[in-house]
């Protein structure tokens, strides 16, 4: 309902609820380059690169490969040590599709990324380095808002009455 002053009840609202504040969802996307050198022979290197991740339950994860490689490789994702992903072989400088490692419990986990081999360019059976980037994105739900004292929510219901019935009466 429009009033003659521009006001709409919806604004109102709005304005009530900015002062109040309102819970959203936030994702926040991170790439972390790394560099392994393999101590393993075979085509599945270790060590694992690891790297701490916190997380209200959604953890999505895409693989980078360097550039410098000079042959392919596929990226093993796991959490907390159980793999649950595999990107297809990469050339270099080539970048996976996003995988949603999730649901995964809120709070903290620990991302590895394993590098496999394949015969190819400079590989004649080993893989002896990799790397890359991995972007990570997890998203979180932002602390509530804290409840506003009664008082305050007491006013703001009575200024929003007063100005529902001084609308009311201006546009009548």
């Given at each position: 309902?429009?009033?003659k002053s521009g006001v709409t009840f919806?604004?109102?609202?709005?304005?009530?609820?900015?002062?109040?504040?309102?819970?959203?969802?936030?994702?926040?996307?991170?790439?972390?380059?790394?560099?392994?050198?393999?101590?393993?022979?075979?085509?599945?290197?270790?060590?694992?690169?690891?790297?701490?991740?916190?997380?209200?339950?959604?953890?999505?994860?895409?693989?980078?490969?360097?550039?410098?490689?000079?042959?392919?490789?596929?990226?093993?994702?796991?959490?907390?040590?159980?793999?649950?992903?595999?990107?297809?072989?990469?050339?270099?400088?080539?970048?996976?599709?996003?995988?949603?490692?999730?649901?995964?419990?809120?709070?903290?986990?620990?991302?590895?990324?394993?590098?496999?081999?394949?015969?190819?360019?400079?590989?004649?059976?080993?893989?002896?380095?990799?790397?890359?980037?991995?972007?990570?994105?997890?998203?979180?739900?932002?602390?509530?808002?804290?409840?506003?004292?009664?008082?305050l929510v007491a006013t703001a219901l009575?200024?929003?009455?007063?100005?529902?019935?001084?609308?009311?009466?201006?546009?009548?």
């Amino acid at each position: 309902m429009q009033v003659k002053s521009g006001v709409t009840f919806a604004s109102i609202g709005a304005i009530v609820i900015a002062m109040f504040g309102a819970s959203v969802a936030y994702g926040q996307t991170s790439s972390v380059p790394f560099s392994i050198t393999c101590t393993s022979s075979g085509q599945l290197c270790t060590p694992i690169f690891t790297t701490p991740v916190t997380t209200g339950g959604v953890l999505q994860v895409s693989y980078s490969a360097s550039a410098g490689h000079c042959s392919n490789v596929a990226a093993h994702f796991l959490v907390d040590g159980v793999e649950l992903a595999v990107t297809p072989f990469l050339t270099p400088g080539q970048t996976s599709a996003t995988f949603t490692l999730s649901p995964v419990s809120a709070g903290a986990h620990t991302l590895g990324v394993q590098g496999e081999g394949t015969v190819s360019g400079c590989n004649t059976g080993t893989l002896a380095a990799w790397g890359g980037s991995v972007q990570i994105t997890v998203n979180a739900t932002a602390a509530a808002a804290p409840i506003p004292a009664p008082g305050l929510v007491a006013t703001a219901l009575a200024l929003l009455l007063a100005a529902f019935a001084y609308f009311r009466r201006r546009s009548a």
